[in-house]
């Protein structure tokens, strides 16, 4: 009988983590679409780093500069979800973070066709992961 119980349990809670948390927001949605885009590029970026591909740098670097244009300012209104007891600092963080991302991007295109020196490239993917994180740690909701 604890048997039946014990299995019971289990298939209502596997249904229950099955459940998606609560539906994702149109404003959710695009976030998310841009740190997917956001992910790829640095992806791209470390494995032209790797790889020693000039070409596969660029198009991270393309990746990334396509998200811009207020690539985060843009979700402020989701990103304030992230932080209801201080949604201005949560804006804050955005601006700051965009600033220095697209600081990077810029030093890093022009480290790859001037100096082709990759320790700088790398330095400059190391900086932007640090802002991608530095937000994580701050407004992300679920744990790593
Ligand atoms: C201003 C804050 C901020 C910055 C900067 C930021 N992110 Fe995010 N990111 C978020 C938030 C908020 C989420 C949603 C977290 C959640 O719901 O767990 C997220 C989620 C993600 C996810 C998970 C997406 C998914 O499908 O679940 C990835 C991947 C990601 N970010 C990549 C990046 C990368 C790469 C960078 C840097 C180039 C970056 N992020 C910079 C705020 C930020």
Redesign the pocket.
């Given at each position: 009988m604890k048997k039946v119980f014990f299995s019971l349990g289990l298939v209502i809670s596997l249904s229950v983590a099955g459940q998606p948390h609560t539906p994702m927001t149109p404003e959710?949605k695009a976030?998310?679409k841009?740190?997917?885009t956001?992910?790829k590029?640095?992806t791209r970026i470390q494995y032209g780093i790797l790889y020693n591909d000039q070409d596969e740098l660029l198009a991270g670097v393309r990746m990334?500069k396509r998200t811009q244009d207020g690539f985060?300012t843009r979700?402020g209104e989701?990103?304030k979800e992230?932080m209801p007891e201080n949604p201005k600092f949560?804006v804050s963080?955005?601006k700051l973070?965009?600033k220095n991302?697209e600081r990077y991007i810029r030093m890093m295109r022009s480290d790859i066709f001037s100096k082709k020196d990759y320790s700088r490239i790398t330095a400059g993917y190391t900086h932007?992961?640090q802002?991608?994180?530095?937000?994580?740690r701050?407004?992300?909701?679920?744990k790593w």
């Open positions: 959710q976030l998310q841009t740190m997917k956001l992910a590029g640095l990334i985060l979700h989701a990103l992230y949560a963080l955005a973070s965009e991302i932007i992961m802002e991608c994180v530095g937000c994580h701050k407004l992300r909701k679920r």
